[in-house]
């Protein structure tokens, strides 16, 4: 049988009386307003306005909840191990599975009576510091689910959706306030968790049969849309507005932006007070900008959306799309040009935002979100389940394999807004034809040296669908010239451009052009000592050292290890590369040695001179061995102590698309890894997430 665990029933977590407050909290023109009332009208410029401060009888409330997000996640593991147990029951029972809900996970059922009682003052509570943290806890716990299909032995399905009716209330809570909210410090959280949390119900409500609250909850998520569109300008340039709209898109197409962020551990200590530390000094690396460690998030290929099956629920997000996109864009350009040309100046705003920290990456998401909803929403849901689109299995995403991606079309409004960020058709005698303006090869350029810009200039790559765009924007930015190309491949940011080109190249061709471009930055030094010290004297370029082969560095592994990616793909230069490879690491420790040389005393020279010819001979033809063990850098130090191996990540993957060239090219690297590694080396490379890949 089952047991089921105690529970004091005598808790309250509800008290009508609080109910009765008009001193603290919303304003009572809108606590009067019931979450069932008539959502179709329109917000009222008043109901933009702060919240009062929180009842301090409210917040004491808050604070002696005995409720936490990690013990419903046990609880509800513990009721995922019951529900399991009723398939070995040969028996038939018909079981109350609200009964069992309550007696298995109590804290969904304190925390639903917790939002009945401060539902009239959650506006004020996500405004401040501890009160905002357990109005997010509240609704996490709430929107717990878990889906079993029924049994082979009982009819019933014991599947526990999320609770919409909480959901519903904790929204009409912010119903006036979401601007506000959207630009605090802690109520913009409160804000992203609960739209979270909306997104979920319409995804567990998708399919059924429409009923009242789900009607309900599309109304106030078009309110909340109706609150901040107006100000989209203004809130995308926001550190806090511009997490909100992005939350909001993400609702629009069904992402979790949970699964974004690597798991609902991500997340949970939002909000939550943070305890104070330390400064430490950091000594971040020169040739990397601090503001792109925080942007280079927001490319992560790992887009998890859901295809609402609703046809209402399609249509309406759709609309809601596309009047987020006109306000955000076109702001204040309802009067156009006879032509339909658009103000000159569009562009150059445009390229402003994108180069925000905050804006920027709003418009990459912008575009990833309108390549999703570039379907007729008016055609059918696609039969299978799309549920799974655009997410990588672990073992891909370790090896930095990139899945496939929607795509837009010509003519569509992800193509328009491109179009309009890289003033594609903006000179004069261009106008209205396919032929890109020169000004757009200029942008582009600029676009690649700033992290947010580059970043959006690797979700064009990856989002176009026309493959004459692609080849003319590739044109365009000189991506098909060994000096341009040499050029990005240096910057300290443009680089991650060119590992994105590499990926998405289109035709064999093209590869064939990429790989000839970049083969000399394996093989030879580049010739760029003039705009080094230029970069140097700015403080905005790399140190890398160009008197040794570029893609050879650690810091630009990245790009061989794209570049070998390519080779293996397209099968192109797969020989000639490896060869290069191995003479490229010649050269680096025939410099090496050269130093060497320069730094010993006068005394010494002549014989110095003559051993290092003699190494240098033999470092001409640097074995397999050599090199396979000079890319992955092995380092197992630690690992006695109870600590990980390191290894080189882009280097130990270039490895993993070497063997899977041509046959004939990688029995060499099969035979060092077999024969010249011992027995302890491999265990400890198996021991590693990306080696244990080989």
């Known amino acids: 049988m089952i047991t089921?665990?105690?529970?004091?029933?005598?808790?309250?977590?509800?008290?009508?009386?609080?109910h009765q407050r008009s001193s603290y909290g919303p304003s009572s023109a809108l606590m009067e307003e019931s979450y069932e009332g008539n959502f179709n009208e329109s917000t009222s410029d008043s109901a933009f306005q702060r919240p009062r401060r929180p009842n301090p009888d409210t917040l004491s409330y808050c604070k002696v909840l005995p409720l936490s997000l990690q013990i419903a996640q046990t609880e509800l593991k513990e009721f995922e191990h019951q529900m399991s147990l009723l398939k070995n029951e040969d028996e038939q029972e018909v079981l109350d599975v609200e009964e069992m809900i309550q007696n298995f996970i109590p804290s969904r059922t304190a925390a639903q009576s917790a939002i009945e009682e401060v539902q009239n003052e959650i506006a004020s509570l996500a405004g401040d510091e501890e009160g905002s943290a357990m109005m997010e806890t509240l609704a996490k716990i709430v929107c717990i689910s878990y889906n079993?299909?029924?049994?082979?032995?009982?009819?019933?399905?014991?599947s526990l959706p999320p609770d919409t009716n909480s959901v519903i209330k904790l929204m009409n809570g912010l119903k006036g306030y979401c601007l506000h909210l959207s630009t605090h410090r802690y109520g913009s959280h409160v804000l992203q968790t609960i739209l979270q949390c909306a997104g979920k119900c319409m995804k567990a409500n998708d399919g059924q049969t429409s009923g009242k609250e789900k009607q309900l909850l599309c109304k106030l998520i078009k309110n909340v849309l109706d609150e901040l569109i107006p100000h989209t300008r203004e809130l995308s340039v926001h550190i806090c507005g511009s997490h909100v709209l992005r939350t909001l898109l993400y609702l629009l197409v069904g992402v979790q932006i949970e699964d974004m962020k690597g798991g609902s551990q991500a997340s949970s200590h939002r909000g939550k007070p943070?305890?104070?530390?330390?400064?430490k000094k950091k000594f971040p690396n020169a040739g990397m900008d601090p503001n792109q460690l925080s942007a280079k998030n927001v490319s992560n290929p790992m887009l998890k959306y859901h295809l609402y099956k609703d046809k209402e629920v399609a249509l309406l997000f759709h609309s809601c799309l596309t009047d987020f996109t006109?306000?955000?864009?076109?702001?204040?350009?309802k009067e156009t040009?006879?032509?339909?040309?658009?103000?000159?100046?569009?562009?150059?705003?445009?390229?402003?935002?994108?180069c925000h920290p905050s804006a920027g990456p709003l418009l990459?998401?912008?575009l990833r979100v309108l390549c999703i909803m570039d379907r007729n929403p008016k055609d059918n849901p696609p039969s299978s389940s799309t549920d799974d689109n655009g997410s990588l299995d672990r073992d891909y995403r370790l090896l930095g394999i990139s899945p496939p991606e929607p795509q837009y079309q010509s003519e569509s409004t992800a193509d328009k807004l491109v179009k309009a960020i890289l003033c594609w058709e903006d000179d004069e005698n261009n106008k209205g034809s396919s032929i890109p303006s020169a000004k757009s090869g200029d942008i582009i350029y600029g676009l690649s040296g700033e992290p947010t810009g580059s970043i959006f200039l690797e979700t064009v790559l990856r989002s176009c669908g026309s493959d004459e765009f692609y080849a003319d924007f590739c044109k365009k930015a000189g991506f098909f010239s060994a000096e341009p190309l040499h050029d990005y491949t240096t910057h300290s940011v443009s680089n991650f451009v060119i590992q994105t080109l590499l990926v998405t190249c289109r035709t064999k061709e093209q590869a064939e052009i990429l790989y000839k471009g970049l083969m000399p930055c394996v093989t030879t030094c580049q010739k760029l000592e003039k705009q080094q010290n230029v970069q140097n004297e700015e403080g905005n370029g790399t140190n890398n050292d160009l008197s040794l082969p570029l893609l050879l560095q650690k810091k630009r592994r990245g790009v061989l290890f794209r570049l070998v990616e390519l080779c293996a793909k397209w099968k192109v230069g797969q020989e000639k590369l490896l060869k290069g490879i191995y003479?490229?690491?010649?050269?680096?420790?025939?410099?090496?040695?050269?130093?060497?040389?320069e730094d010993s005393t006068e005394k010494e020279e002549d014989a110095e001179k003559s051993k290092a010819r003699k190494r240098k001979k033999k470092t001409q033809s640097l074995s397999v061995d050599q090199c396979v063990r000079k890319l992955l850098d092995l380092d197992a130090s630690d690992l006695a102590t109870g600590g990980r191996i390191s290894l080189d990540t882009n280097g130990a993957r270039a490895i993993y698309h070497m063997l899977h060239f041509v046959p004939r090219l990688c029995g060499d690297i099969l035979e060092t890894l077999v024969n010249q590694f011992s027995t302890d080396e491999i265990e400890k490379l198996a021991m590693d997430g990306v080696g244990s890949r080989w």
């Open 4 to 18: 089921t665990p105690t529970i004091n029933q005598e808790q309250s977590y509800a008290s009508k009386e609080r």
């Open 274 to 279: 943070k305890k104070k530390k330390k400064k």
């Open 583 to 597: 003479s490229g690491f010649a050269i680096m420790e025939t410099k090496t040695l050269k130093g060497e040389i």
């Open 337 to 354: 040009a006879s032509d339909g040309a658009i103000d000159a100046n569009l562009g150059y705003e445009l390229q402003t935002l994108v």
């Open 148 to 158: 079993a299909s029924s049994s082979s032995n009982t009819e019933q399905d014991f």
């Open 364 to 366: 990459s998401v912008l």
């Open 326 to 333: 006109n306000a955000f864009i076109y702001e204040n350009r």
